[in-house]
């Protein structure tokens, strides 16, 4: 009995290669766009080569940082009051089959309904835009995490719950000690969805708000240069809407790995 | 391995022979399935009893009313050596293996092992004592901090059988829990199960569809008719004879062998009348 299936450990040559081959691809991609730019004499005014836009990232950072940090709040105070409200009310639902019953046809409601269509009613009854837009992105966020969650507390092994049962477990240890872990890889599925439809939701509810001036987003200075046709910050912004959600993307996943990798496939190199 | 300490157990109450006496059970699910049909059966301390019977007879039916997982629709079932007899054992005095390790993925083997004493209220200190003990005793000492991913469906069970085993039950369920492994690992399992079961002195009910595995085992077998279930014959096994390879190959082993075929094949024929 000494057999193990241990995870084989990746060799570093092919760690190596796994970092390079996609950020070369995407270096090769810059150049190809710039080397399309100078090449083709594209003007500025249609489309900026990428040295342009490093340029107007740096010297328009006074105007762009305050607008990300606004769109990054609303993302993030969005995503974390999604992440405790969707967890909560899983753990509500899957309590009892009536209340999942009772509440199953709003939750069909605000799921099926575009979001960013309720938003001229929030915008109305919002005491101001920042909380509006808030809302809008909590409500996008919100239900990927509600349906993950809820799917994680009842994907619990009947088994282990008849095990814990007869060790005269209660309800709140069977859902502390086993039904969240159980739940760990959904919630994380939901995190990681969450966390990028958030910063969508904060981007597209600004443009429905048509916010504008001192304190506005990202989506804002988007728009400003839209119509002022400066096209340089159009793709500045739009390079820092990008990095932010890449960064939104790599954080949650990591965190997901942070979590998991001791024991979950999703996690978990293949063996070969 | 520290056999002296897991013997250590405090003698039963004279006259309580049985640790646990169902009578006349019946249990019908709520999809109308009539999984038993006065099912009496009297369990004795010290046993190594083997439940038989074809697929869907309602041996894991049985086995979960004496967990008390499931209450009978009808019948009775008795503790007669227990303080709390109206509601069974207390927590802790019945171990459950299941058909599968059903194990925690999220904890290491120790962890999953230490869950009944954790539930329990066990202090920490001691309950890791417990723990390496246990571990030792199912051969997985060197095992205690892997994870359940990490381990072949052997060493699972063997984990899933630590955890049934290390609030040192009177009373250990085990449900088909090798049907799943391949058959040299189940040789050597059933091998363990026995050198547990005669250093404990746990009482074991075993369900298996295996005529080999429970003439293997037991020291008593009974028989169990199609669904739903009733007590078709009981063997009483002589348990005097060393269980190991030999006796694999041995007379007295191929004539239980055959008492128990012949006894399923009749239930089997009595049970597509009723």
Redesign the interface.
């Known amino acids: 009995m000494s057999e193990t299936n241990r995870p084989p450990r990746i060799s570093t040559a092919e760690l190596v290669l796994r970092v390079l081959v996609p950020v070369l691809v995407l270096v090769l991609a810059i150049v190809a766009w710039h080397w399309a730019v100078t090449t083709y004499e594209v003007p500025r005014y249609i489309v900026p080569g990428p040295g342009e836009v490093w340029a107007t990232l740096c010297t328009d950072w006074p105007i762009l940082l305050p607008a990300l940090l606004v769109t990054l709040r609303i993302t993030v105070s969005a995503l974390v009051l999604a992440l405790i409200g969707g967890v909560l009310l899983a753990i509500v639902l899957v309590q009892s089959k009536w209340v999942e019953l009772a509440l199953f046809p709003f939750a069909v409601i605000l799921q099926v309904t575009p979001i960013i269509a309720i938003a001229p009613l929030l915008l109305i009854y919002a005491p101001d835009t920042p909380t509006a837009l808030l809302i809008c992105a909590f409500l996008v966020a919100f239900f990927p995490i509600l349906a993950n969650m809820v799917a994680g507390l009842k994907s619990v092994d009947h088994n282990l719950i008849d095990l814990f049962e007869l060790y005269g477990a209660n309800r709140l240890q069977i859902l502390l000690l086993l039904k969240l872990p159980a739940a760990m890889p959904y919630f994380m599925a939901g995190l990681r969805i969450g966390g990028g439809l958030a910063l969508i939701a904060a981007v597209v509810a600004e443009f429905a708000a048509g916010s504008a001036g001192k304190g506005s987003g990202l989506a804002f200075r988007l728009l400003e240069a839209q119509y002022r046709l400066n096209m340089p910050r159009l793709f500045a912004a739009l390079v820092l809407l990008t990095a932010t959600g890449v960064a939104i993307f790599g954080l949650t996943s990591f965190i997901a790995w942070l979590v998991l990798h001791r024991w979950h496939e999703s996690a978990v190199a293949r063996e070969r | 391995m520290s056999q002296a300490h897991l013997a250590d157990r405090p003698e039963q109450a004279p006259g309580a022979r049985d640790i646990v006496a169902l009578s006349a059970v019946s249990k019908i699910y709520a999809n109308g399935t009539l999984a038993l049909k006065g099912f009496s059966l009297a369990v004795e301390r010290g046993a190594f009893l083997s439940l038989l019977g074809p697929s869907g007879c309602g041996k894991s039916t049985a086995l979960?009313l004496i967990?008390?997982?499931i209450a009978p629709s009808a019948g009775h079932i008795a503790w007669p050596s227990s303080s709390i007899a109206r509601r069974g054992l207390p927590?802790?005095e019945?171990g459950?293996v299941?058909q599968?390790p059903?194990l925690?993925?999220?904890?290491s083997v120790a962890g999953n092992v230490a869950?009944?004493l954790?539930?329990?209220g066990v202090p920490e200190a001691e309950a890791e004592a417990r723990v390496t003990e246990i571990l030792g005793a199912v051969?997985l000492a060197d095992?205690a901090e892997?994870?359940?991913?990490?381990?072949?469906g052997?060493?699972k069970m063997?984990v899933s059988i630590a955890r049934a085993l290390v609030?040192r039950p009177s009373l250990l369920l085990m449900d088909e829990p090798f049907a799943a492994l391949d058959e040299i690992t189940r040789q050597?399992l059933n091998d363990d199960v026995l050198a547990l079961w005669r250093q404990t002195g746990v009482t074991i009910i075993f369900v298996t569809h295996s005529v080999f595995e429970s003439a293997y085992l037991s020291s008593r077998i009974v028989v169990m008719t199609p669904r739903p279930g009733r007590v078709h014959a009981e063997l009483t096994l002589d348990t005097s004879a060393e269980r190991n390879a030999d006796y694999r190959t041995s007379e007295a082993y191929r004539v239980v062998t055959q008492q128990v075929s012949w006894a399923l094949k009749a239930a089997m024929d009595s049970g597509g009348a009723a």
């Open positions: 979960r967990a008390g997982l927590a802790g019945i459950f299941f599968e059903t925690m993925p999220w904890r869950l009944p954790m539930l329990k051969g095992f892997a994870y359940p991913r990490e381990l072949s052997g060493m063997r609030t050597k």
